[in-house]
């Protein structure tokens, strides 16, 4: 997890910042800003941002970006909402000069393959992970007696969302007698498309001194 409560440039800066030990799972964060001032019939702002991601790094890499308030930081705020925003340093015309983060509504099809390219491999497991720091998911699945496999984004709020970034991604199989894995397949999706449907072949040998992989890209 990481919290982020103001940012290098804001004009008001957090006064005092403390962690309090609870018990053995749980601690308490507090934060203040001091000496503020409201102007008459006016208003200030102080935004403040909870990141909750699935490692350190990841989360680390969030905070990093928060604190140059990217556009899902400012997104849906108004001209005087920003106006008021006093702990971080507002684009002058509240356009963030970062890209936006990729959208998660991705999906991935694909075929795993023995060594000679043409015989599919059922009950492989296939590990998908997004590989930017912002993004990363990691995400399984399992071919089926044809060989092919399916990764999809599903939201939900019982705690089982699948997320596929809009991103670089890895692919990699397990042999299901071997449980020897493939080397690694390097994907992206096609410019302006959330649908990876090019055939990712992961090529597999039993004998793990021949382990190898692949991938042939069909952009439908």
Known sequence: MADVFDGPAGLDRVSA???????????????????ITVP???????????????SRAAAQASAGRLIQLPPEALAGLTPDELSAIRNFAVPVDGVSTLNPLPALNGSITGTVLAGDGATPVPNTTVRFRATTSSTVRTQFAYSDANGAFSFASTFNNFGSSVAIPIDAFTLTAVHPQTNVSAPTTIGNFPAGQNDDHAEHHLHQHRDPAQHRCGANRRPR
Request: charged content about 5%; cysteine-free.
């Open 17 to 35: 910042a403390s962690i309090t030990t609870l018990n053995s799972n749980a601690r308490q964060l507090a934060y203040r800003w001091s000496n």
């Open 40 to 54: 008459p019939g006016g208003s200030v702002a102080y935004l403040h941002f909870g990141v909750q991601q699935t």
